[in-house]
Nanobody, 126 residues
Framework: QLQLVESGGGLVQPGGSLRLSCAAS????????IGWFRQAPGKEREGVSC????????FYADSVKGRFTISRDNAKNTVYLQMNSLKPEDTAVYYC???????????????????WGQGSQVTVSS
């Protein structure tokens, strides 16, 4: 069974950077993609970024484009989310997921997934 474990969250000041990691294990077939979504209190779940396995194509929500970068290390079965120029509105619990499909419409990423990690808190505050 696919397992996803996030790490790397924390408290950072506005304008700062953090890198999240998602270690994947337990899969017999490469997942279609690995992505990140976030959930802030009182707000809708938001797809942040995806990286497609077969060709490494990357996708971003408009809210993070130009500030966040998703990448992968195949040897370590790990996907990273480098977050720069962080803003208070980026504060949320960030989850790693293995979507079996996703769409990008009007600058938003919608993912369909059966597996996701435990989440990592990111707080951007002075």
């Amino acid at each position: 069974q696919l397992q996803l474990v996030e790490s790397g969250g924390g408290l950072v000041q506005p304008g700062g950077s953090l890198r999240l990691s998602c270690a994947a294990s337990g899969f017999t077939l490469d997942p279609y993609a690995i992505g990140w979504f976030r959930q802030a209190p009182g707000k809708e779940r938001e797809g942040v970024s995806c990286i497609r396995t077969r060709d490494g194509s990357t996708f971003y929500a408009d809210s993070v484009k130009g500030r966040f970068t998703i990448s992968r290390d195949n040897a370590k079965n790990t996907v990273y989310l480098q977050m720069n120029s962080l803003k208070p509105e980026d504060t949320a619990v960030y989850y790693c997921a293995a979507p079996y499909s996703f769409t990008v419409v009007n600058g938003r990423i919608e993912m369909n997934y059966n597996y996701w990690g435990q989440g990592s808190q990111v707080t951007v505050s002075s």
